[in-house]
């Protein structure tokens, strides 16, 4: 696999993610979407908080991928711990945008902010924000 392009993950096209503008040149923040369907619903009828923990987690991922692979080593990202407060419920009709910012970006971690808000309409609405920490292992890091 070369490690210039970024595979997309199966969980990402299960549940609809796009990353908006995608480009590999590192960068301090980044954006998703997803459309949602019902399939993103839980039994009360609006998306699953698992939805936009997942959003989050798979933006963070990509961001902090995208800044420390620079063509000449192939760093694996993985989250240490996320911690996401929800503000409101989603109903099942619009559209979620998950807003990334890297805080930090160290030899072995790297710690993000997010932003969920929901569209609809003309309107945007704050529904949740998160803090994650995620660990960023060297190839050659494994083998010592």
């Not at 590999?24 to 998306?47: C, D, F, G, W, Y």
């Not at 961001?63 to 099942?92: C, D, F, H, Q, R």
């Amino acid at each position: 696999m070369s490690t210039n392009k970024k595979p997309v993950s199966p969980f990402l096209n299960l549940l609809g993610i796009q990353i908006v503008n995608p480009n590999l040149e590192p960068s301090k923040t980044a954006e998703a979407i997803l459309q949602i369907q019902e399939k993103h619903s839980q039994i009360n009828n609006v998306v699953h908080g698992g939805v936009l923990y997942s959003i989050c987690d798979t933006l963070g991922g990509y961001l902090v991928w995208k800044n420390v692979n620079s063509g000449k080593t192939n760093t694996l990202v993985t989250t240490i711990e996320m911690k996401m407060n929800y503000i409101a419920p989603v109903p099942v009709s619009g559209l979620i945008r998950a807003k990334a910012r890297l805080i930090h970006l160290g030899r072995r971690t790297a710690v993000l902010n997010f932003e969920v808000f929901h569209e609809q309409d003309s309107s945007q609405k704050l529904v949740a924000v998160a803090l994650a920490t995620f660990a960023t292992i060297r190839q050659e890091d494994e083998t010592q």
